[in-house]
């Protein structure tokens, strides 16, 4: 199989690639494929060809290209993620989005925005913002990550809380299937019961289903103000008794985050923003709505907040404050590195009420498996992200961090949540997929992927067990999967 | 120290791309990842190309391991967008370095090299030497003054050359200041500074030089001129030529450790910022690691060093409407943050507009307008895109951007003038005493 899939690259395939997107387009040589197998994950893998797509004709005849030759083909779009969901594990085609990069419109009227996959999220909210509405999703890595992997993997981000993921903005897709024919679903109103609902299916499928080209969502008219609080703790049972509280109370911060001592020592180390590195926990809360409710909402999180021996509660007197608080909170994931250069991130989710339990399942975990973990995340909807901090070169520690993320899926289940709020099953995932879904949830999904890709090339390796790389998925140097083919180095 | 794939003396450390997590923060924050959309050409890709290097995925000769390490600006933006800490840039160092090794190593293999051997001999054999530096500046200004660089003589010169020549202000042909003597005017100044020259400032920008010494006289601040000192080093370190650049080092250390001073002044972001980073040139030389570390902490730009101390508000007016384009170094380096509009913005009359993303690269990048003029033009026209209209003045606080404007200026926006921070200040204490 894989030498079929060497000698079609080798021969006429890449010429066929090379007549519909150009030649500057298609990246043969091994020091740009060894660039697109990698994710925010510490995996590797190498594809046999990388193709940078410009228009939905060239996603299609790619893919049309890419079938008949029985090549699998990974969409691509910033390759921030952090569930494995980009890793070419079985070589083939890596389609990167990242041409696509227009807003195609914005409509005030209506209240929706046609967007091209390759945008970022942040340019594509800045442009919403200046026009008055806007597009709450905003995952940390919304300056790299783009809209077409937002769709893929149905990110979320802080202000899912109060607004929900990008599930709840998209109203319509443009996809192309493996076979190249395009599927458009939805359209540009927010009721539409026509049919099966194939745009929510296609957000979160993770680019296993079709290849998203543009994505028509919904926009909201922008609060009138809003303000951001920063409470400190001297104990973390307390700052998440103040979450279940905040949220028994029916309070709705615009977001509701959470970070313990570690990740706030690992940030301030970045950023130095005087955070008070003694406390153990902080929770980062913004309030939004019109000046008079912000002002209200502000007064009684703060009432409460210190009611539940908060030790301080700040008030952002700026937007630069602002500003540099959320920064802090988007920089977390990945200052995190600053303690030991590899990490395993979970995004493991929890009914609300589970966040104190879930605080303290993981403690638990770390300290049995003896691992360095730092907890952060998205309290507000139960949605926290354990990392493991670890070296990848460790073999014995790494041993010890697959067993405490196999337990943490499993505590998260029993606690009633999910393996994933919003990075997605990926590869990494995918083995546990049975825990959560049992044999007759992933018989429909494996029905459904059948009926889209039924030579299973689009994506392959993600989402289902059996199709998933064994578990741990190895770690082992890159040099066994590297094919050094389309180059001529001098030797 | 070298290893199996990177069989040179300092190679890049594991260590540093180790902590590289892939997160894509920096993408967006590289000028040439802004302007290709290309993995390759940007910082995560880098560092992960110098890891597959590392780890045997990659050969250290394949071709694009070369382009894409010499493609970088080296202007650190992504080391400021970085929250794991990669040392970004002393990683591409170090890889240019493994790269020029190579080549050396197997002169018949590549026809192209990364670094000309016009480039070579210059940053190994012109700069270290400011007697011979002065004397090209003394023949340039010659052949300027014949009127060889604005007129059909400009042919002679490389295609890349031309513009800049023709762009190149002119020159006096006299060094600034004979290095070796005490200029303040004060008997008890407050603080005992030393003034670092540079080579192309002291060449071609004398007057800066000049400037930021009347500057920091005026404010007591007492400046001397160490004798001994030379170019940075920051050409040859980006040119892969460490050893050049640690001999550059040593000797600056020994010029200035020499004296007791409180701060060592720049006034070129790209030099302050090589100066601060002795320390990692020289962690493997156990007799001058620790001087470089104190060395370099007292490394500060000249309008740090006015922000920290306070600076006379000049009493004088004037009408000039001006933009501040920062130099990367000086930002993302030296962290000059916002003493240089501080300061200009204290001058009665100077009306500051701001530039929009200031800190990106205009394209200088050194001499990288020189080895990749077509990226460095593609990005001095977005920069002078960003010069906000009605302006009479782009201040700046480096060389290599100060000539790279120029050169926009003269292209894009004719009538505006460029000039140094500290000239602009130094015009308004002059002022004040011709017209008490």
């Known amino acids: 199989m894989k030498a079929a899939i060497q000698r079609s690259m080798e021969s006429s395939v890449l010429a066929e690639l090379v007549r519909v997107v150009g030649a500057k387009e298609v990246l043969v040589d091994i020091e740009e494929r060894a660039l697109y197998g990698y994710d925010a994950t510490i995996h590797r893998f190498v594809p046999d060809a990388v193709v940078r797509v410009g228009s939905l004709k060239e996603v299609c005849d790619v893919l049309q290209i890419c079938r008949q030759a029985h090549l699998p083909v990974v969409p691509r779009g910033a390759a921030t993620g952090l569930s494995g969901g980009v890793l070419p594990v079985r070589g083939g085609v890596m389609l990167d989005m990242g041409r696509l990069q227009r807003i195609r419109e914005i409509n005030r009227e209506d209240l929706y925005a046609v967007v091209e996959a390759g945008v970022t999220v942040e340019r594509f909210a800045e442009a919403v913002q200046e026009t008055g509405l806007f597009f709450p999703p905003d995952p940390s890595s919304a300056r790299a990550s783009t809209m077409g992997g937002g769709v893929a993997e149905n990110a979320g981000g802080p202000h899912a809380f109060k607004y929900g993921v990008f599930r709840d903005y998209v109203l319509g897709l443009t996809a192309v299937k493996m076979d190249g024919t395009v599927v458009r679903t939805g359209g540009k109103t927010v009721k539409n019961v026509s049919g099966y609902d194939l745009t929510r299916l296609l957000v979160g499928s993770e680019g296993t289903l079709a290849v998203v080209v543009d994505a028509t969502v919904r926009l909201i008219p922008a609060p009138k103000a809003k303000r951001t609080l920063l409470t400190a703790y001297d104990r973390l049972d307390d700052a998440a008794a103040s979450v279940s509280q905040i949220i028994a109370r029916g309070m709705q911060p615009a977001a509701l985050e959470f970070i313990d001592d570690a990740s706030m020592r690992v940030v301030e180390d970045y950023l130095h923003l005087g955070l008070p590195l003694d406390a153990e926990a902080l929770l980062l809360i913004e309030v939004d709505g019109s000046e008079a409710e912000v002002s209200r909402q502000a007064d009684e999180i703060t009432a409460l907040c210190e009611s539940l021996n908060a030790r301080s509660v700040k008030v952002a007197v700026s937007e630069a404050e602002a500003a540099g608080l959320w920064k802090a909170r988007k920089s977390i994931s990945s200052a995190v590195a600053r303690i030991k250069p590899s990490k395993v991130s979970e995004d493991a989710t929890v009914p609300r009420s589970q966040i104190p339990a879930m605080v303290r399942k993981l403690k638990e975990i770390a300290q049995h498996y003896e691992v360095d973990l730092v907890v952060f995340g998205h309290a507000g909807d139960g949605n926290l992200h354990p990392n493991i901090m670890c070296d990848e070169t460790n073999q014995e520690e790494m041993g010890r961090v697959w067993q405490a993320v196999a337990e943490i899926f499993a505590v998260t289940l029993e606690l009633g949540g999910t393996l994933t709020g919003e990075h997605g099953v990926g590869t990494m995932k995918a083995p546990f997929m049975q825990w959560e879904h049992g044999e007759e949830g992933l018989a429909v999904m494996r029905a459904i992927k059948n009926a889209w890709d039924p030579d299973h090339l689009l994506n392959p390796g993600k989402l289902f067990p059996e199709d998933a790389p064994p578990w741990p998925v190895s770690l082992e140097p890159w040099e066994s999967r590297v094919k050094h083919r389309g180059t001529s180095w001098p030797t | ?436």
């Not at chain 2, 002679?156 to 513009?163: D, F, G, I, Y």
């Not at chain 2, 060449?203 to 404010?219: E, P, W, Y």
């Not at chain 2, 409407?321 to 000059?336: E, F, G, I, R």
């Open chain 2, 1 to 436: 120290m070298a290893d199996l794939n990177f069989p040179f003396v300092d190679p890049p450390r594991q260590d540093q791309f180790q902590s590289c997590i892939k997160c894509g923060l920096c993408l967006d924050s590289c000028p040439t990842f802004q302007e290709t959309g290309r993995e390759l050409e940007s910082p995560r890709g880098r560092v992960q190309l110098i890891a597959a290097v590392a780890r045997g995925v990659v050969p250290l000769q394949a071709p694009k391991v070369a382009q894409t390490l010499f493609s970088c600006l080296d202007c650190r933006a992504c080391e400021v967008a970085c929250p794991s800490g990669v040392p970004i840039g002393s990683l591409i160092e170090r890889g240019r370095a493994q790269v020029v090794g190579w080549q050396e190593a197997h002169p018949d293999l590549h026809g192209q090299r990364s670094v000309s051997k016009t480039t070579r001999w210059a940053v190994t054999h012109l700069l270290p030497n400011q007697r011979r530096l002065r004397r090209l500046g003394w023949v340039v200004a010659r052949v300027q003054r014949l009127g060889l660089l604005s007129g059909p003589g400009r042919r002679l010169l490389p295609k890349p050359m031309r513009a800049m020549a023709q762009s190149l202000p002119p020159l006096t042909g006299k060094e600034t200041l004979p290095p070796e003597r005490t200029t303040g005017s004060s008997p008890n100044p407050k603080k005992k500074v030393g003034v670092f020259l540079g080579c192309v400032m002291d060449v071609v920008f004398g007057d800066a030089n000049q400037a930021t010494i009347r500057v920091l006289d005026k404010n007591g601040l007492g400046p001397v001129v160490p004798q001994g000192q030379n170019c940075c080093g920051a050409l040859a370190i980006h040119a892969g030529e460490r050893e050049t650049a640690r001999k550059m080092a040593r000797r600056n250390i020994d010029a200035f450790l020499a004296g007791d001073l409180d701060y060592i002044a720049t006034n070129a972001g790209g030099c302050g910022a090589a100066l601060m980073e002795y320390g990692e040139w020289l962690a493997d030389d156990p007799q001058y690691r620790e001087k470089a570390e104190i060395f370099s902490k007292k490394v500060k730009d000249v309008a740090q060093i006015l922000d920290t101390e306070g600076w006379q508000v000049p009493r004088s007016a004037t009408t000039e409407v001006v933009t501040y384009q920062t130099s990367c170094h000086l930002s993302n380096v030296m962290k000059a943050g916002a003493a240089p509009e501080r300061i200009l913005q204290s001058i009665p009359g100077v009306q500051l507009k701001p530039m929009a993303d200031s800190a990106r690269c205009c394209g200088s990048a050194g001499i990288y307008n020189l080895t990749h003029p077509q990226m460095a033009e593609a990005l001095l026209r977005r920069k002078m895109e960003d010069v906000p209209d009605g302006i009479d003045t782009i201040v700046t606080g480096n060389p290599g951007c100060w000539l790279q404007l120029l050169h926009g200026v003269q292209a894009y926006r004719p009538g505006v003038q460029v000039r140094h921070l500290v000239q602009v200040l130094d015009d308004a204490y002059q002022r004040e005493t011709s017209s008490p």
